[in-house]
C-alpha cells in the first residue's frame, strides 16, 4: 500500500540586519541557502524576503545561520495570509504573487 503523505507549506518572512564588522562580507552563500530551502521565493528587498517552504522555523534558523555573519541579526515569522494585514508601495508581481499563496491557502 503506497501512502502519501500531504505536506503543508508554510509562508515565512525572513529578514537580516548586517551588522558585520568585516568590509566585504559575501552574503552569496546565504541567498544560495535560502533558495535551496524555499519551494517559492519573493525577494523583496536586499535582506527581506518571503518564503514558501515546508520546513520549519527552526530548521530555517539552523540552515540560515551559518550564512551569516556572528554579528548579524535574523528574523524568521511564519505567517498565515489570511489572517494578517499588509499593505506597502511593492511592485505589482509581489502583490501577484502573495494573492496567489493567499489563493492556495483557502
Known amino acids: 500500500m503506497n ?6 507549506m508554510k509562508i515565512f518572512l525572513i529578514a537580516y ?4 564588522d568585516i568590509w566585504g562580507f559575501n552574503y552569496s552563500g546565504y541567498y544560495k541557502k535560502l533558495r535551496e530551502l524555499s519551494n517559492e521565493i519573493c ?3 536586499d535582506n527581506l524576503s518571503y518564503v514558501k517552504t515546508d520546513l520549519d522555523v527552526d530548521t530555517l534558523l539552523h540552515e540560515l545561520k551559518p550564512e551569516l555573519d556572528k554579528n548579524d541579526s535574523l528574523l524568521i515569522q511564519e505567517i498565515n495570509p489570511n489572517e494578517c494585514s499588509i499593505n ?3 511592485p505589482t508581481s509581489f502583490w501577484n504573487w502573495f494573492k496567489q499563496i493567499k489563493q492556495n491557502k483557502q
Open 3 to 8: 501512502i502519501k503523505k500531504k505536506i503543508y
Open 17 to 20: 540586519q548586517k551588522r558585520c
Open 88 to 90: 506597502g508601495f511593492l
Open 43 to 45: 525577494l523583496l528587498f
